[in-house]
């Protein structure tokens, strides 16, 4: 989900997706209603600060849940500009009464880049002059989404997270940081393991809004012998799971696309009208505190 280019959700290959294959592997994760965690907005933010934009997200009341900001894919300077941005977004005030939490974007190249590099652009967000945080902690974009040999490609992400979150503790130890890893799709349940998870929250779905309603793969996680499923077993918080929408068309279809994503259990969701090449670049017609309120009322 980089600002010049689209992280298409892409078939898992070699396993056939069949009504067996939608039940998780225990056959108790169908996703429901009765949920630990309601619904809450999380909006990627690809401008500059100052813009209307982020002042329009500052302001919503209620504001949303979490906003990445992404200063040139995370290769531009932290600057007391972005840090200013970051610490006016954080003021705001979510349905629950929690400030609006605040990510870096960083990008991993689906686990191409070296790990020293990638960690160098999270210093760029945790290590500034000030000593200070002014983010929560990392959007991880990009990612990959399946184990790797051996879970090489899923502990290549495991490392990334512990690097986060003992960089935010040694900045700031009573500060709760929070990871995202956005593969834009199903991941695989690997990511989620105890002991070896990846994300906090994963972004399990990012496309437009008629394959948001139209071909919903079958849920955020797989497996290779149980296919896709909801990942709701994996999920006691309700939260790991946010799903991306663009192009939705109004406001009522802003709606529908909320009502799904609560269905399919996910914790986190934006819907916009913004549309390719970059769909995270405005606010939604209707506002973000339409999209807020409704959300809240999820749950």
Known sequence: MRSFTKTLPVLLAGVALTAAALASPSGAD?????????????????????????????????????????????????????????DALRAGVTAHGTGTRVLGYVDTGHGSLPPSAVRAVVDNYLRTADHRLHVDGIFFDQTGRDCGPGNTARDYYADLRRYVQETVYAVAPQAQDLVVNNPGTAVADCYLEPGHRTADVFVTFEGDYDDYTGAWLGGNVFNPTAGYYSGAALDASGTAFWHLVYDTPDRAAMRTALDAAFTRGAGYVYATDDALLVPWDAAPGWGFAAETAYAAAKG
């Open 30 to 86: 169908a996703a429901t209603t009765e949920r630990p965690h309601g619904l809450e907005v999380a909006v990627p933010a690809y401008v500059l600060p100052g813009e209307p934009m982020l002042a329009a997200a500052a302001s919503a009341r209620p504001a949303p849940s979490i906003v990445v900001l992404n200063p040139s894919n995370g290769y531009a300077p932290f600057d007391a500009a972005w840090q200013a941005q970051a």
